[in-house]
């Protein structure tokens, strides 16, 4: 307990000596001119960011690895028997051997930039492999090795030299150290890799052409335009899908250090450039250093010292920043709950990081993403609820998991939920063919034929056969709140089923938090029955109102309320196919589309359809009727009862009336959620 504060110390030293440099949008490029600060390194054997800044693979150790790397992986190939995408690469690196006592680089090892499949190269053999021989994942490793060792087993040119290896450390070609000197007319020069000065190399491979080029010179000069290497050869069958890229060294019976100074990359484009005002300073060796131990103490203490805590504020900085990514709120509550709730990592990987890419939709209560779960490779829709306050969270969260229960084949089942700061993800099975609305609506100018009558009824009878089960056949009464078509999803088989249930209760709670006298009343214009909107109640008759705007909607091709802002006025649906029942022409109604020509649709049916979904329009919640009965009269198990003109009068004196528009020309927002202030204070 005694230690918490000096934690919190060093903590907070951490957050303001390690400011997050490693920062990129598109996470398909970066650039590290130092390595100060930058906590985002995957490391180990050897391998450390020292103080300077300055990425250090290997220290005074004979035979021993060291390997860092870019912590995400990316993306090389857009699908597994993709080709491999254009990258490059560019870093800064010194090789210095101990005492300095071989010259030409016979004796101490070399290091390798590397792309992999796997970080994990803890099996690796050191020495002269580089650290990254070995394991399973050596046949899709790309690498450009930076060799000071000839090796003959491995028919290396010398040892001093570059080399390009592919699947294997057999070098596909390779070329003694130097450059093409642009100031000498491109004349090769000679470099030594162990010299423990500082060198740049380039990496750059063109996805097109298939080819690799590999460019080195001494620091600070310009890029030759001649690379020292160029070998064409795909990377495709070798590069996976997902790989990462670092460094790899190793070494063997002499004392060697292998320093990267700086390193930048990217996909598809070149590598960003270097600043080279930020590089690090390198520490040469002093040759007496092992002569004499006291003065390395005196160095190498207060330098462990820092780099513990250094490494202490890494991996600190790391867990934070992975705490903070993926954090998400659990309470106690909750443990009940387990089984339904997901990890926010695992749905954030499913969608991609919910990227644009996949985004289904965005509707009144958030937007939907499609995902694929890692573990089970199922297809999921995860929506997307931001809601503020807490609030009430516990019940809905007790509502949701109790509806998760509830299997229906029209309703789309909810599988899961997960819940951040802030914000509510539920879990949907997934539905590839989208919304009714896009098919009700789609046909015309997408050249897609409007969706056909038989077609409209199978989904007609699925949803009503859904409410009735939510209404009726469950244990509970369950209030649907919002029917209408972007609510309803069609499979792969042209089933219909209901979706978001359940989800218009969590802004009743919320609106708890205005702490107004007003009331919010949720659900969409149009659908919205009178006595909820007086209300604010919503009961099983509300969604039946809601369910005869929908039948109507449906069965005539157009939204329940249209116009308005021209004329001040909007025209609604149940007035207009009133008018023409009163005339005796209510076929007249059905959706234009399918009177034409290559249309069609069953008379009896669209009679049935349409006047059901005026009685279920009734202003009154006692003249509508259940939806046991709206199913029975939609599966011919029961005569429709007459439209009376006693009902019709009724509902044109409403309308004569004014309180039907009332109760339907409150300020709502367009066709989404509605969030209405009625008129009518609620009296509390
Ligand atoms: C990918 O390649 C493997 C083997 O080369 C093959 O079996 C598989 O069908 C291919 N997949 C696709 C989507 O082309
Ligand atoms: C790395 O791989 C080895 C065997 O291949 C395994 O024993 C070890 O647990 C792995 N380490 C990590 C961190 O995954
Ligand atoms: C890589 O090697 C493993 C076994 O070591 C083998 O199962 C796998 O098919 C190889 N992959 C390729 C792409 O050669
Ligand atoms: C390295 O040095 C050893 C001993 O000095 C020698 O036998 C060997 O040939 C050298 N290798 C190369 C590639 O120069
Ligand atoms: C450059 O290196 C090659 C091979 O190691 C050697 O043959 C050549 O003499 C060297 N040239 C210079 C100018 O040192
Ligand atoms: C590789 O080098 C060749 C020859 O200089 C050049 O034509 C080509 O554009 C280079 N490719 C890349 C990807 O840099
Ligand atoms: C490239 O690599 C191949 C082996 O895949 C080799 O035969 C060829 O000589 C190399 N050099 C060039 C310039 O392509
Ligand atoms: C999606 O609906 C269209 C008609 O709108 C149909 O032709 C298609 O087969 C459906 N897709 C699937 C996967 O069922």
Redesign the pocket.
Known sequence: MGNFPVFFHVLLLCLTLCPPRFCDAGGESFVFSSFAGAGALTLDGAAEVTPEGFLKLTNDMVSIKGHAFHPAPLRFKASPNGTARSFSATFVFAIAAAGAGYPGGNGTDGMAFVVAPTKNFSDAAPAQYMGFLGG?????TFAIELDTYGNAELRDVDGNHVGVDV?GLYSLESRAAGFHDDGDGGALKNLSLDSGEPMQVWVDYDGKGKQVNVTLAPVGAAKPSRPLLSNVSDLS??LAEQAYVGFSAATGPIKTRHYVLAWSFAMDGPAPPIDFRKLPKLPYYDSDDRKTPSKLLKIALPTAASALILATCVAVTLLLRRRFAFAELREDWEVEFGPHRFAYKDLFHATQGFTNKNLLGAGGFGKVYKGVLPSSKSEVAVKRVSHGSSQGMKEFVAEVVSIGHLRHRNLVQLLGYCRRKGELLLVYEYMPNGSLDKHLYGGGEDGRPALEWARRFRIIKDVASALFYLHENWEQVVVHRDIKPSNVLLDGEATAHLGDFGLARLYDHGAADLQTATTRVVGTMGYIAPELARTGKASPLTDVFAFGAFLLEVACGRQPVSGGERDGRRAMLVDRVLEYWRGGALLETVDARLRGRGGGYDAGEARLVLTLGLLCSHPFPSGRPTMRQVVQYLDGDAPLPELTPASVSLLSMMQGDGAFDRALQCPWSANSIGTMTPDISVGR
Do not use: E, K
Request: no cysteine; aromatic share 0%.
């Open positions: 399973g994942a050596m046949n899709r699947a069958a070798v």
